[in-house]
């Protein structure tokens, strides 16, 4: 059945012009006027933007982290509601199991008839000691898991990796395609000032900021870039959320190493002092990297509207504050890291970037949905619209206004990192592959309606690399 959307205007990473859009069945098949006769069903767009669906690039859905699992992907209306279309989520390799593995128990025990958005999947290096783990590079990029993610962070953990490892990764990724990840976070150090704070008793969630500053981060950047150059391969840091990082980023690419970057919304609108709410409330911000001094957000949000940075992913992680932040309560090593936040990206990237004047429309959707799918190889298929892309639109209404709360919040946690912040727009209606799935802000899409998306190897999607 063929739908026409009709006077709305489209937004695309380069461009805005008014403009119809005929979906027919999974697929966007005319763009332009006079289509009206072709179409069984129109949907007057005026006054309404048409964005890209999003692509979250970084989620965590039904991740055992920390002693705990996150919310699964029975919980992906959430991302629908928010007008992300796509997420690639971060597949954990179980301790003994070759990644393949990893990624077939993953798709069949947490996603496949659970998820209702579109899904890729992340690989993630762990457990090394797995005969052959770079030997499987090449057939994950074949089977369309072109991307690889390895934690230089959470030392004493199954998801630490060394610099040796990290160094052999980038080095086995480059011949085959693949796009090495990595959360840059000097783990040693970390481990270090943890226990120095919690010897002096101090245990409290603010001072898992103190446990994890700026130079922790930054100086992982630099040393990730660093290996990256001497293996002459290219990487890209995840979650970057201080100016220090980014200008690392930003150093390094200026000196020719393909290196690129992706911030989140908990670090463009949350600061330190979210940690310190009393009451323990702070635990419900613990994340990783930790949230930073106000100083540093208008340099994130200027490194993407400058192109610095790439992407905006979620990190969505849905912990909820009983019964999993409250593991922390004696002291903060304990908490669950990590904030929910898949269904909140475009609300915070339109209300606090575009509304603001920080972000164009253009970088919005961008780092909401173009950049993401060039990066990690659905472009063209989806990230635009495009004749011949899948039919993922946000219809956004930018008269919206609202707020955000846990009260209509469909991420299945008991509370928002957002609570109270405003939603100026917001997306009315959200078609995937030419299905109408969110509608008012309620889901009216069904769980298991998501596919895997096989995507192309780095480079390949992406073949002219951003301008320096
Ligand atoms: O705090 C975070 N970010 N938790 C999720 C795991 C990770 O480091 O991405
Ligand atoms: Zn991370
Ligand atoms: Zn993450």
Redesign the pocket.
Known sequence: MAILIKNGTIVTASEEYKSDVLIDGEKIVAIGTGLDSRAETIIDAAGKYLFPGGIDAHS?FDLP?MGTNTAGFDTTPAAIVGGTTSVIDFTPQPAGMSLQDSIAKHREEAIEGKTAVDYSLHSMVMDTSVPGLFDEFGPLVKAGIPTIKLFL?YKGTPFNVDDATLYSALEAAKDVGMLAMT?AENGDIVSLLQQKLIAAGKTEPRYHAESRPPIVEAEATARAASLAKAADAPIFIV?VSCEDAMLAIRTARQQGVDIFGETCPQYLVLDVDYLAKPGFEGAKYV??PALRDKSNQDPLWRALDNGWLQTVGS?H?GFNFKGQKEMGREQFTGIP??TPGVENRLAILYTYGVMTGKLSLQRMVDAFATAPAKFFGMYPRKGSIIVGGDADIVVFDPAYEGKISVATSLHGVDYSAYEGFDEKGRADKVFLRGTLVADGGKFVGQLGQGKFIKRQPFGLAYQSRMSR
């Open positions: 965590h982290f962070a959360h979650h994340c990783s990190d992680c890291n990590g």
